[in-house]
Nanobody, 127 residues
Framework: QVQLVETGGGLVQAGGSLRLSCAAS????????MGWFRQAPGKEREFVAT????????YYVDSVKGRFTISRDNNKNMVYLQMNSLKPEDTAVYYC????????????????????WGQGTQVTVSS
């Protein structure tokens, strides 16, 4: 079992930046592949980025490549999402997810790939 708590959301103008954090507690953090998803009103939960257990491998949805960076600190049990050049279409509730037992090199991009979720943090980008 692992508990996840996201922080760092807020209201920002288009072109601005935010850094989301996800704090994990419970089982050994380095056992989990971590990911960020987002969900806008009336839409399904959408994959944003994932980082491997070691932090070496990352993968992003095309719409955020070059603007967002996912990272993790296994010593602090934290995963981050640095979001730059934000656009109004980035507005959503952002969720942190943890996946256990994945093979090396896996790219978990579906919500069903993840075993645990945080409560989410709202990101609003004004035009």
């Amino acid at each position: 079992q692992v508990q996840l708590v996201e922080t760092g959301g807020g209201l920002v103008q288009a072109g601005g930046s935010l850094r989301l954090s996800c704090a994990a507690s419970g089982r050994t953090f380095s056992d989990y592949t971590m990911g960020w998803f987002r969900q806008a009103p009336g839409k399904e939960r959408e994959f944003v980025a994932t980082v491997s257990r070691s932090g070496i491998m990352t993968y992003y949805v095309d719409s955020v490549k070059g603007r967002f960076t996912i990272s993790r600190d296994n010593n602090k049990n934290m995963v981050y999402l640095q979001m730059n050049s934000l656009k109004p279409e980035d507005t959503a509730v952002y969720y942190c997810g943890a996946a256990v037992g994945l093979r090396v090199g896996a790219r978990p991009t579906q919500p069903t790939d993840y075993d645990y979720w945080g409560q989410g943090t709202q990101v609003t980008v004004s035009s």
